[in-house]
């Protein structure tokens, strides 16, 4: 049976660096020269300073120019500590920067914090004993963890990081286009409901046409109403295949009946034109799509698709009328303390600083529960270059009745999964096979990546 090549440089990486930290007086808990003791209020960290001056070292991908101002506010409200950046990568890939951090951590850099791009990178670091687990310092400090975030973190009963920004998923909609065809802004709304509007917002013929939504080629445009389940959400689920599942069927059927009815952009033209969903839904081209919060900031304009039109969010739909909206997959960058941290205390401190009022201090998309929504929209407003077109009303709504499902990591070769699936998925909405075939033949395929990682 093939090995996991992943795992394998894994172990090696792991090995390579527990054997460069062999001299190292890390403990669990607070370093010996920790002079930090108080607990901090929740979203606060402790402000008394350290018995003695202690430096934190902090690897990111963001460049230092983005992350050094925030860092310079940490240290002056906390004599004693001083940050030291480590840039994974210049230009902000957080690929790139992955690849860094390995290679830091082999060679035994001495590392404090590191963030991590998502919930797969964070998991697969925690599963090979680099991060320290948190869960003793969550306790010193005397807060619930899902009273302060909006995703659990918690892998396998332990945390071993702190979400840091969040992402998930909505729907853009042209408000424009919507008061012309004297439809509200959705707040409750099933599927049914998304292709009854993707019908009423289908307009004109030829070039000029207006399609009611666009869903683009990514894996989860086909699996829609599967990533807005609270639980069994992935296409693998617990080393189990989700293909032959209700949720599977809904979404391509629903996906399949959108473009059969002429109400979405037709996938054979989104894959021979190259379509984007940016220009797609900015060109007015579509008056629909789901998309994730990184879309936010784009929806007052931006050099490439200046706003020509008031940009409205919808929640997630539900799969049927009564079920809760907004439910959706959520996932964002980590930040954990490795193992060999010789301050874990102070660096705890920190992840649990930046995570909540640093956030906030950067106007991002948090997972902190008590970031001030209407500040960050004003934010956001402030930095567009068309603010008037960025609907405020329905976009509070949509932060704030998110509900975000609890953290399911994905296998770390969620990449051949996907791949195969669509390959697969996409023969039925081109009409080249039928739905009962699709499944079946995707269910085997995706059941040969699992057994060849096990």
Known sequence: MKKNVFALVWIIVLLVALAG??????????????????????????????????????????PAADMEPILRAYEDSHPGITLEYVELADNGDSVAGMKKLDLLVASGENLDVVFM????????????????????????????LTDEYTVDPSVDGKVYALPDTLENYFVLLNKDKLDAAGLAVPTEWSWD???DYAAKLTSGTGPSKTFGTY?????????????????????????????????????????????ASGVAV???????????????????????????NWMIGEAGGSEEFPATFTTAFAPMPSNSAGQPAGV???????????????????????????????EQMQNVYSAWKKQDVDKFIAGVKSGAMSPDKIDEASLAYVIKNAKPAPLSVPPTYQGELETAFTKETELYILKQQDLETTIKKAQAELQKIVDANK
């Open 193 to 195: 409901d998304y292709l």
């Open 328 to 358: 959706s997959i959520a996932n964002g960058n980590y930040v954990g303390i490795l193992e060999k941290s010789g301050h874990q205390q102070e660096a705890y401190d920190f992840i649990r600083w930046y995570s909540t009022e640093g």
């Open 21 to 62: 930290c062999g001299n190292s007086n890390n403990t669990n808990g607070a370093s010996p020269t920790s002079g930090s003791t108080a607990a901090p209020e929740a979203g606060e960290s402790a402000a008394a300073p350290s018995a003695e001056p202690v430096t934190i070292k902090v690897a990111n991908w963001s």
């Open 215 to 259: 869903f683009h080629t990514w894996a989860m445009y086909w699996e829609l109403a599967v990533i807005n389940q609270e639980k069994d959400n992935n296409l693998v689920n617990n080393g189990v295949v989700n293909i032959d599942s209700a949720g599977i069927r809904q979404s391509l059927e629903l996906r399949s009946k959108a473009e």
């Open 117 to 144: 791009p998502g919930a797969t990178d964070y998991s697969q670091r925690a599963g090979l004993g680099l991060l320290a687990p948190l869960n003793d310092l969550i306790s010193k400090e005397g807060i619930t």
């Open 266 to 292: 037709p996938y054979a033209d989104t894959i021979s034109q190259k379509l984007a969903y940016r220009s797609e839904f900015f060109t007015g081209h579509a008056a629909m799509i789901v998309t994730g």
